[in-house]
């Protein structure tokens, strides 16, 4: 499904770098048609066609993914295993997670950290979108919230161009969150066990988010989201698993770049694009 893009979002699209191209025709055709056929998708160049006398309508990104698994392997439950005040994590509400996050001890990850970064949802209202980050940097962990800075502000265009924002409610609304909650005093990646521990959580705030799509931004965030259910995900670089079709929880996922990826690569802002279209589609598909 395509979207249809105003003046205000073509414009978030040139502030994140995202050419829009549309399809060739020659000046007089092109003059006549654009008010009357709308916006269209970020793409790559459209191949010219025989007769340039109109535009001619191209299929949406998302139509060509492909499934990596047809049937995934269960994802197991290890909420469990993680000691919390207010009894097992998979039974806990907002404010109990909120503060099982705060508690946690579970592994090496929390050695020195300031504060962890989690946001307890603000109202029972659902959002339709999760958003994964990686794990949290200096000004996350300062500001106790994922995506800031820079990087926040870009992502916060890009869910704005696609009728999208954070903390918002229903299908124009997101939940944020980061793969681990903490950062270490002595600055390192977290271990496949860190995630794993961590990724009770990750589990818990889905189901009470109930999203209609997940998308993972960064290595880390797809390496949580689907490694157990999809093992080959470990061994494979981010951009092969971009336009795949996975599902964790009964709920598609989308991996992408995340947005501080973006600013160092400006090149991969178009396939963000693409994958946002995608992540779009899947929610207005679900309703």
């Known amino acids: 499904m395509g979207l249809n893009l105003d003046p205000r979002q073509r414009a978030m699209l040139q502030e994140m770098g995202v050419r829009v191209w549309w399809p060739r025709a020659d000046p007089a055709a092109q003059a006549a048609a654009l008010p009357a056929a709308g916006a269209q998708e970020v793409s790559e160049p459209p191949t010219p066609t025989p007769t340039p006398t109109a535009p001619v309508a191209r299929q949406p990104v998302v139509a060509a993914t492909t499934p990596l698994a047809a049937k995934p392997a269960p994802v197991p439950v290890l909420a469990h295993a993680l000691a919390a005040p207010d009894g097992p994590v998979d039974a806990l509400d907002w404010a109990q997670l909120a503060r099982a996050v705060q508690t946690c001890t579970a592994c090496a990850l929390c050695e020195g950290r300031k504060a962890p970064v989690f946001v307890?949802?603000?109202?029972?209202?659902?959002?339709?979108?999760?958003?994964?980050?990686?794990?949290?940097?200096?000004?996350?962990?300062?500001?106790?919230?994922?995506?800031?800075?820079?990087?926040?502000?870009?992502?916060?265009?890009?869910?704005?161009?696609?009728?999208?924002?954070?903390?918002?409610?229903?299908?124009?609304?997101?939940?944020?969150?980061?793969?681990?909650?903490?950062?270490?005093?002595?600055?390192?990646?977290?271990?496949?066990?860190?995630?794993?521990?961590?990724?009770?959580?990750?589990?818990?705030?889905?189901?009470?988010?109930?999203?209609?799509?997940?998308?993972?931004?960064?290595?880390?965030?797809?390496?949580?989201?689907?490694?157990?259910?999809?093992?080959?995900?470990?061994?494979?670089?981010?951009?092969?698993?971009?336009?795949?079709?996975?599902?964790?929880?009964?709920?598609?996922?989308?991996?992408?770049?995340?947005?501080?990826?973006?600013?160092?690569?400006?090149?991969?802002?178009?396939?963000?694009?693409?994958?946002?279209?995608?992540?779009?589609?899947?929610?207005?598909?679900?309703?």
């Open 120 to 287: 307890s949802e603000p109202t029972p209202a659902q959002a339709h979108w999760l958003v994964v980050g990686e794990p949290p940097d200096e000004q996350e962990e300062r500001a106790g919230a994922p995506f800031a800075g820079m990087a926040g502000q870009l992502l916060d265009n890009m869910l704005r161009a696609v009728q999208c924002q954070r903390d918002g409610q229903g299908r124009s609304g997101a939940r944020l969150t980061s793969v681990v909650k903490c950062r270490p005093a002595a600055v390192r990646p977290p271990q496949v066990a860190e995630l794993d521990q961590c990724a009770v959580f990750l589990r818990r705030e889905i189901a009470l988010t109930q999203p209609r799509v997940i998308l993972a931004m960064g290595r880390f965030a797809a390496m949580s989201l689907l490694g157990q259910a999809y093992p080959e995900v470990l061994q494979l670089p981010l951009g092969q698993l971009r336009g795949r079709a996975f599902r964790v929880q009964g709920i598609p996922v989308v991996v992408t770049y995340h947005p501080a990826k973006l600013l160092r690569a400006p090149q991969e802002k178009a396939n963000a694009w693409a994958d946002l279209c995608q992540a779009r589609s899947l929610v207005d598909a679900a309703g």
